[in-house]
Structure formats: C-alpha cells, structure tokens
C-alpha cells in the first residue's frame, strides 16, 4: 500500500527556518496534488500549500513569502523550505498526497503521519 513518510519537523527559535520533506513509497502510478496541512493546538487542521501535478502552487495568505514548496516526482517526494518562523507557525504538519495507484484506478488520499514542529518563544 502507498505511504507517505515526513522527515525533518523539531524546534526552532523565532525567525529561524526548518526544512521538511515528505516520501511516497508503494503503488504508485501517478499523484496528482501535493500539499501541506498543519494543525495548530486548539484549531482546525489548515491547508497551507499545494502544488499540482504541473507545477502550479498555491500559498495561504499566512504563508505566502515565507514557505516555498517543491516536487520531487522522480522521488515521488513533496518538500517544504520555511523561513522566517513565527510562533503562530506552530503545530503538526502533515503532507498530503493525491495518489493514481494504477492506470485504471481513481486518485486516492494519503497522509503523513504528522510531524511536530515547535518555535520557540
């Protein structure tokens, strides 16, 4: 079955920057969407950034300037460079992928397991 691994969540200080990554692996055919979700504590869970199979990429407002996502399709891979953190950026990320498992199949969603990011204040 595809599953979609993070990488590279931890502590940071304020205005500092972290680097995460984000593996499939499995039966894949082809994805389609890639993004990113976090949760802070006590709010929904919020996408943040997205980016299509061709290459089209969407920012929220939140954050726009600061956050730079990039494919990998090769990797079947979705990486997310932060910069200039703030303590409102805290919370557990998680990837997202649309996932085509076979030439016959519809595009599937798969999640990573979530991974803790902290900045410090």
């Known amino acids: 079955q595809v599953q979609l691994v993070e990488s590279g969540g931890g502590l940071v200080q304020a205005g500092g920057s972290l680097r995460l990554s984000c593996a499939a692996t499995?039966?894949?055919?082809?994805?389609?969407?890639m993004g990113w979700y976090r949760q802070a504590p006590d709010k929904q869970r919020e996408l943040f950034a997205r980016?299509?199979?061709?290459?089209?990429?969407k920012y929220a407002d939140s954050v726009k300037g600061r956050f730079t996502v990039s494919r990998h399709n090769a990797e079947n891979t979705v990486s997310l460079e932060m910069n200039g953190l703030r303590s409102e950026d805290t919370g557990v990320y998680y990837c997202?992928?649309?996932?085509?498992?076979?030439?016959?199949?519809?595009?599937?969603?798969?999640w990573g397991q979530g991974t803790q990011v902290t900045i410090s204040s």
């Open positions: 997202h992928d649309q996932v085509v498992e076979g030439f016959w199949s519809t595009a599937r969603d798969f």
């Open positions: 499995g039966n894949i055919f082809n994805i389609r969407d």
């Open positions: 980016v299509t199979a061709g290459g089209d990429i």
